[in-house]
């Protein structure tokens, strides 16, 4: 009997540890321009300014930008606006680390809309799409772990496959055009391992 009253209470204190021990299945966080603004100490200026117009949307006119934070693997989830100006030239957006081109895009490379992944500048994936919607407001997504990844446009998915990317990956965005890309706002999740 002894032994029967010590097994329940240690099955009581490890409950009890569970229960106030909460498993973490993801990290994330939102960068909301209406709230934050430009902020120099998130997001860095690789080439041009960032601006920010009426509505509070960050503007690329021939510029880029990436944040600090990187990602080992997660959900990103982007509102962009992309103009017609945008859609004809070179622009692009998604997770990247533009020092050894590494990660994966949504790009629009002289006219056509492609889903790009690059290892070390080698081309991983390039998926042709057709893009609708220049000049509204839209919700691209991309989701990655170590060996897959899938792209969603407005909540639906337009490719998903296996693509082994381990490396650590900033949010993205680059717009060579004289055109306004803007950006309402970004969101991460389901993010294990984000790295200051």
């Not at 050894?100 to 889903?115: E, N, Q, V």
């Amino acid at each position: 009997m002894f032994f029967v009253i010590i097994n329940l209470i240690l099955i009581l204190i490890y409950m009890g540890n569970q229960l106030t021990t909460p498993t973490i299945s993801g990290q994330g966080f939102v960068y909301d321009p209406v709230i934050k603004g430009i902020d120099l100490s998130f997001l860095s200026e690789i080439t041009g300014a960032i601006t920010q117009d009426a509505s509070s949307n960050l503007v690329l006119n021939q510029s880029a930008m990436a944040s600090f934070l990187q990602l080992r693997n997660g959900r990103v989830k982007y509102q962009l606006t992309i103009p017609a100006g945008v859609v004809a030239g070179t622009a692009g957006f998604g997770v990247m680390n533009p020092a050894t081109l590494t990660g994966f895009t949504f790009s629009f490379i002289g006219g056509d809309f492609k889903l790009l992944g690059l290892k070390d500048g080698a081309v991983l994936l390039d998926i042709p799409l057709t893009f609708t919607g220049a000049g509204t407001e839209q919700i691209f997504e991309i989701a990655w772990n170590g060996s897959a990844v899938t792209f969603y446009i407005g909540g639906v998915p337009v490719y998903s496959g296996n693509h082994e990317m381990t490396d650590p990956l900033a949010m993205y965005f680059e717009n060579d055009e004289d055109a306004d890309m803007l950006v309402g706002y970004m969101k991460v999740s389901e993010s294990n391992g984000i790295i200051a």
